[in-house]
């Protein structure tokens, strides 16, 4: 059974950093593009940065130069590096594992919850 675990979420005071990690099990991980979303109640979940199986990462324009992604094959994890940190970073930040050319093999973790206070 696939499972995505994330952990490192909290509350942080508004210029802090924080990192959150995602750990995949019964997946082949280096076959994944590993992606980090992001939710606020009311709101469409959002894509917040997202790594190739090759290590191309991208990033949504809100969190540019502030947010790093990053992965560790031999450890099955997926990360996000957040820096200078904004009251609207708050969020619930879900980590997403999906085959680029299979589009049924797409997993979610339960998420994790970010709080920024100013």
């Known amino acids: 059974q696939v499972r995505l675990v994330e952990s490192g979420g909290g509350l942080v005071q508004a210029g802090g950093s924080l990192r959150v990690s995602c750990v995949a099990s019964a997946i082949t991980f280096s076959r994944y593009v590993m992606g980090w979303y992001r939710q606020i109640p009311g709101k469409q979940r959002e894509l917040v940065a997202q790594?190739?199986?090759?290590?191309?990462?991208d990033y949504a324009d809100s969190v540019k130069g502030r947010f790093t992604i990053s992965r560790d094959s031999g450890k099955n994890t997926v990360y996000l590096q957040m820096d200078s940190l904004k009251v609207e970073d708050t969020a619930v930040y879900y980590c997403?594992?999906?085959?680029?050319?299979?589009?049924?093999?797409?997993?979610w973790g339960q998420g994790t919850q970010v709080t920024v206070s100013s």
């Open positions: 997403n594992a999906r085959r680029s050319s299979i589009l049924k093999l797409n997993y």
């Open positions: 790594i190739t199986e090759t290590g191309s990462a």
